[in-house]
């Protein structure tokens, strides 16, 4: 059973930074890809950005690209989410997730697993 726990939310400052962290467990992730989502009370679950687990390789949100940086440890079953310039909008909670394949989608029902999320409140 695939398990996705996601860590590392907090407060910070405008212009500040934060690093989220999603441990992956009950399987083998080489063939998927794992995304980032947030989500704002009474809104949609928004994309955030998405990292191939075999190649590494990066797609991002229109809204956050140059400021939020996608990457795993394969070692360690783990994936990042370096958040830089944080702006009051980026508060959210932030959602990792995992679907087979490698396909770049932003549907959240294309992906089949999901953590609990992690609060991140960005202060003006």
């Known amino acids: 059973q695939v398990q996705l726990v996601e860590s590392g939310g907090g407060l910070v400052q405008a212009g500040g930074s934060l690093r989220l962290t999603c441990a992956a467990s009950?399987?083998?992730?080489?063939?998927?890809?794992m995304g980032w989502f947030r989500q704002v009370p009474g809104k949609e679950r928004d994309f955030v950005g998405l990292?191939?687990?075999?190649?590494?390789?990066?797609y991002y949100a229109d809204s956050v690209k140059g400021r939020f940086t996608i990457s795993r440890d394969n070692a360690k079953n783990t994936v990042y989410l370096e958040m830089n310039s944080l702006k009051p909008g980026d508060t959210a909670v932030y959602y990792c997730?995992?679907?087979?394949?490698?396909?770049?989608?932003?549907?959240?029902?294309?992906?089949?697993?999901w953590g609990q999320g992690t609060q991140v409140t960005v202060s003006s």
């Open positions: 009950g399987g083998t992730f080489s063939g998927y890809a």
């Open positions: 997730a995992a679907r087979l394949g490698v396909r770049i989608t932003t549907r959240t029902d294309e992906y089949a697993y």
């Open positions: 990292i191939s687990w075999s190649s590494g390789g990066t």
